[in-house]
């Protein structure tokens, strides 16, 4: 009997110890998001696109293709498809303009679609030299595997503090046409900075303006373990209608502690107002650690990527996807082979297993 009992006592720890550890944020145990399921689509050949992927971004001019930078060249970027396999498009700068590049985001103003990355990393906090390089998008002709020369941009800017700061994130609204920028801490809290977009800066410096503290200084509610917080963010991406926010972490140290958290916005809402408000995000449940996980892009509203630096270099592409909403079926009143689905606010028709809206277009 006691050995039953003691089979039966580590068999609840080990289960203990394999379940998701919880997310404290703001004091507050935050509810898993089921709505969303994680596959790998492909794996990045480094050998044909570039080592240690740290920003990516989906493009808007030749959709199908994923833009992606590293911090390890301020040289050029490339582009595959969501499979990895190929490099389709390489864009050279004409000029080098300072080293660790640390995200990339993509967006649009005034009708015209821009790349945005950050030339911000500062892990000693010591540089000081930080800027934003952006750059018209350019076409990606997929056959002919073009390698492409460009003249890019730079917003030089400082923080409002007058501290050098460590980045990792950064992230373009259309909505606003800004640019907000996250600090990457450790153990600490991570602050939000924004910026408006213009193409006329020049070579000033600009002054970020501070949006808000994220609410990671957390740890679990026991103060013994800082690590375990929601800290260390390493991406993030807003939606390209601007109602979602992704911001993602990395923790090495503690694997078990990386997340990624979705942001709800809500109509008339600036990006910092969101996360003021929203002080209870959703960690998405499907997602898991990502060895030197830095980079994330959404598609659409129903769609986002994510890699990393993988341990062999060669590191796999995951693509999130959104799951179909769970229905409520009623039957149509003419009893026709058609019947009602009512979701929401929202109504679909079912044919057979086929589900469509009302304008008839198959809903996948």
Request: glycine share 6%.
């Amino acid at each position: 009997m006691k050995k039953i009992l003691l089979a039966s006592l580590l068999l609840v720890s080990m289960a203990a110890c394999n379940a998701a550890p919880k997310l404290v944020y703001n004091g507050d145990t935050l509810v898993w998001n089921t709505d969303w399921k994680r596959k790998q689509c492909g794996t990045l050949d480094i050998e044909k696109t570039i080592i240690e992927v740290s920003g990516i971004a989906c493009s808007r001019v030749t959709p199908g293709y994923i833009w992606m930078q590293s911090d390890e060249t301020a040289r050029y970027i490339v582009a595959s498809d969501e499979k990895g396999e190929e490099r389709f498009c390489k864009v050279k700068m004409s000029k080098t303009i300072r080293w660790d590049w640390e995200d990339m985001s993509g967006g649009v103003y005034e009708g015209t679609n821009y790349l945005f990355i950050g030339a911000f990393g500062d892990n000693d906090e010591t540089d000081g030299n930080y800027s934003i390089v952006w750059f018209e998008e350019p076409a990606i002709d997929p056959e002919n595997n073009p390698e492409i020369t460009i003249t890019p941009n730079r917003i030089k800017y400082v923080y409002p503090d007058g501290k050098k700061h460590n980045n990792e994130a950064l992230m373009y609204d259309n909505r606003e046409q800004m640019i907000y920028i996250i600090t990457k801490v450790y153990y600490d809290v991570c602050q939000v900075f924004s910026l408006p977009f213009r193409t006329d800066y020049g070579d000033e410096e600009q002054t970020l303006t501070y949006e808000c503290d994220l609410g990671v200084k957390s740890d679990l509610g026991s103060g013994s373990n800082p690590h375990k917080g929601f800290h260390l963010v390493t991406a993030a991406d807003i939606s390209p209608d601007g109602k979602y926010i992704l911001i993602k972490n990395h923790n090495n140290i503690t694997a078990s502690y990386s997340w990624i958290l979705l942001f709800t916005r809500e109509d008339g809402e600036s990006v910092g107002e969101t996360l003021r408000r929203q002080t209870h995000p959703e960690p998405l449940k499907c997602y898991q650690y990502e060895w030197q996980g830095e980079a994330i892009c959404w598609l659409d509203s129903t769609t986002f990527y994510t890699t990393s630096d993988a341990d062999d270099g060669n590191p796999p592409i995951y693509k999130y996807t959104k799951k179909a909403p769970a229905a409520v079926e009623t039957t149509h009143p003419d009893q026709t082979q058609a019947s009602l689905i009512f979701v929401g606010n929202s109504i679909y028709v079912r044919k057979g297993e086929k589900l469509y809206t009302l304008q008839g277009h198959e809903v996948r």
